[in-house]
C-alpha cells in the first residue's frame, strides 16, 4: 500500500511479556517517528530516526522501551517486561525530508497495545 | 518545555464557520502545524505556519502570530464530515525536531 503500515492491529499480552510493534513506512519517507496516544489526547512523541541514525529518544518513558531501524526503513518498538501502564495506542509516521514544519507527517492506523 | 493549550471541544453548524485557537509556550519555535482525526483513525496533516500570517487550503486557513505564540485554524463552510479533532502541534528549532501535540479539540457539526 502507499501508506504507513503499522502491524499487529491489535495486540493483547499479559503483564511482563515482552513485545514488539513493527512499522513500514512510506517508501523513500527518510525520518520515521515514533509516537503513544492515549484516548482524546494528542499524540505523544517518544522517538524518531532520520534514515537508520536515532535522533532522538528522550519520549521514552523508560529504558524498558526502546526503537531500531537498521536499514533505515522499517523500524521496530520493542517494549521488555511490559506493564498495564503501557497500554495505548502507538502510532507511528513517516516524513520525505529531514523533520520540518513543512514536512508533513504521515501517520499509520496505529496498534492497539493492551496489557493484562 | 513546550505546552500548547486548545479549547476541548466546539460545536457549529453545518455551512457556519469556526475558529479553533491554540497558544502556544515553547523554549523554542520552529511553526505550527494543525492535524486533523476521526474517531478511529489517523491524524492527517492539514497546514504549517512558519511565518506570521494567514495560510489558505480550500475550506480551511491556518493563522499565526510569533509575537503572541498564538495561532487558529479556520474553517468554513462547515459540512458535517468535519467532525473530528483538530490538534495544534508546534515544532521546536532547539534540542527536540519533533512534534509537540496539543490535546486537541473535539469539533461537532451539527445539522
Known amino acids: 500500500g502507499a501508506g504507513v503500515s503499522q502491524s499487529p492491529r491489535y495486540k493483547v499480552t499479559k503483564r511482563g511479556q515482552d513485545v514488539a510493534l513493527r512499522c513500514d513506512p512510506i517508501s523513500g519517507h527518510v525520518s520515521l517517528y515514533w509516537y503513544r496516544q492515549a484516548l482524546g489526547q494528542g499524540p505523544e512523541f517518544l522517538t524518531y530516526?532520520?534514515?537508520?541514525?536515532?535522533?532522538?529518544k528522550s519520549g521514552l518513558p523508560n529504558d524498558r522501551f526502546s526503537a531500531e531501524r537498521p536499514e533505515g526503513s522499517i523500524s521496530t518498538l520493542t517494549i521488555q517486561r511490559t506493564e498495564q501502564r503501557d497500554s495505548a495506542m502507538y502510532r507511528c509516521?513517516?516524513?520525505?525530508?529531514?523533520?520540518?514544519?513543512?514536512?508533513?507527517?504521515?501517520f499509520g492506523d496505529g496498534t492497539r497495545l493492551s496489557i493484562l | 518545555g513546550q505546552s500548547l493549550e486548545q479549547p476541548s471541544e466546539v460545536t457549529a453548524v453545518e455551512g457556519a464557520i469556526v475558529q479553533i485557537n491554540c497558544t502556544y509556550q515553547?523554549?523554542?519555535?520552529?511553526?505550527l502545524s494543525w492535524y486533523q482525526q476521526h474517531d478511529g483513525g489517523a491524524p492527517t496533516f492539514l497546514s504549517y505556519?512558519?511565518?506570521?500570517g494567514l495560510e489558505e487550503t480550500g475550506r480551511f486557513s491556518s493563522f499565526l502570530s510569533r509575537s503572541d505564540s498564538y495561532g487558529y485554524l479556520l474553517l468554513q463552510e462547515l459540512q458535517m464530515k468535519d467532525s473530528a479533532s483538530y490538534f495544534c502541534a508546534v515544532l521546536g528549532d532547539t534540542g527536540r525536531r519533533a512534534l509537540t501535540f496539543g490535546s486537541g479539540t473535539r469539533l461537532q457539526v451539527q445539522p
Open positions: 530516526f532520520n534514515y537508520e541514525a536515532q535522533q532522538d
Open positions: 515553547t523554549s523554542g519555535f520552529y511553526g
Open positions: 505556519n512558519g511565518l506570521d
Open positions: 509516521a513517516s516524513s520525505l525530508g529531514l523533520p520540518g514544519g513543512n514536512q508533513p507527517q504521515h
